[in-house]
C-alpha cells in the first residue's frame, strides 16, 4: 500500500504546482498541467548555472528534452560542452541523442530543440555514452532538501538508472534542476526508492545548494518494474537477458 500512497502524494505535489504556475501566470504556453511546465524567465536560470564551477567543470551533460531546459541546452552546445538526450520513452535500442558541438551543422539553439536534435545529433548505445559529469533534470516540484516531483511517467528515473547501472552516472556526477521559484515546496516530498535528489537548484534568482545525504539509486531497482514497461524498453530487455 505504500507505494500507492505514495504516488498519491506526488500527484498532489504536482497538482498544487500546476495551478499555482497557472494562478500566478507564471507558465508560458502550453499550459503548465500535465507537463515540465515552460516557466517564466527559464533563461535566467542557464545563466546562472553556467557561472558555477560545476558548470565549467562539466564536459558532458545528460539532460532532459523539455522546453524550459532548452536554454541548458543551447547554452552547452554553445560552450562546446557534448549533450545526451535520451529518446522519447526510451523505445529505440540506441536509447540517447549525441549532440557533439563538433559535428553540429546547425545553430546550436536549433540543435538543442526536440525537432532539431533528431536530424542534429545521432542515436547512440548506453555503452557510446562517456561518463557524465553534470545531469539537468526538468521537475515539476522540488524541496531544498533536494527532492524533487517529476511529471510522474518515471522515465527521468529509468534513464538514471541505467546510466548509474552502466557506470556512466557515479557519485562525481552533479545533479542540477532549473526551476521556478513557485515550483519549490516548503516541506517534505514523498520519495521512493528509485528516486534521486539533486545537488543544485537553480531559479531565475538564486542558485540553492543542497546540504546533506545525497539520495541515489545504485542502479536498477527491477521489483518496481512493470512487464510492460519491460516489453517497451528495448534496453531494459536486454539487459534483463543477460541476467538470467
Known amino acids: 500500500m ?10 498532489a505535489a504536482r497538482e498544487h504546482v500546476w495551478s499555482l ?10 499550459s503548465a498541467e500535465g507537463r515540465i511546465a515552460n516557466f517564466a524567465r527559464a533563461e535566467r536560470p542557464a545563466e546562472f548555472l553556467a557561472s558555477l564551477p560545476e558548470w565549467r567543470a562539466a564536459g558532458v551533460l545528460k539532460c532532459n528534452p523539455d522546453a524550459p531546459q532548452l536554454p541548458v541546452r543551447s547554452r552547452s552546445l554553445a560552450e562546446g560542452k557534448t549533450v545526451y538526450m535520451a529518446v522519447p520513452r526510451l523505445r529505440d535500442a540506441k536509447p540517447f541523442i549525441e549532440l557533439d558541438p563538433a559535428r553540429i551543422q546547425v545553430p546550436p539553439r536549433r540543435a538543442a530543440s526536440i525537432r532539431g536534435s533528431a536530424s542534429a545529433g545521432r542515436s547512440v548505445r548506453i555503452d557510446e555514452v562517456p561518463h557524465v ?13 533536494g527532492a524533487r516531483v517529476g511529471k510522474g511517467g518515471g522515465y527521468s528515473d529509468l534513464e538514471f538508472a541505467l546510466l548509474t547501472e552502466a557506470g556512466r ?6 545533479i542540477a534542476t532549473t526551476a521556478h ?3 519549490i515546496i516548503e516541506g517534505a516530498l514523498p520519495e521512493t ?13 538564486r542558485v540553492i545548494r543542497v546540504r546533506g545525504r545525497r539520495r541515489r539509486p545504485r542502479g536498477i531497482d527491477w521489483s518496481e518494474l512493470s512487464p510492460a514497461l519491460l516489453e ?13
Open 21 to 30: 504556475l497557472e494562478r500566478e501566470h507564471a507558465s508560458r504556453f502550453p
Open 232 to 244: 517497451e524498453v528495448p534496453l531494459l530487455r536486454e539487459i534483463a537477458s543477460r541476467r538470467t
Open 169 to 174: 552516472i557515479d557519485a562525481r556526477t552533479v
Open 193 to 205: 526508492g528509485h528516486d534521486f535528489r539533486l545537488d543544485l537548484i537553480v531559479t531565475p534568482d
Open 181 to 183: 521559484p513557485l515550483q
Open 133 to 145: 559529469d553534470l545531469v539537468v533534470c526538468g521537475s515539476v516540484a522540488v524541496n531544498r532538501l
Open 2 to 11: 505504500a507505494p500507492a500512497r505514495s504516488s498519491t502524494d506526488k500527484q
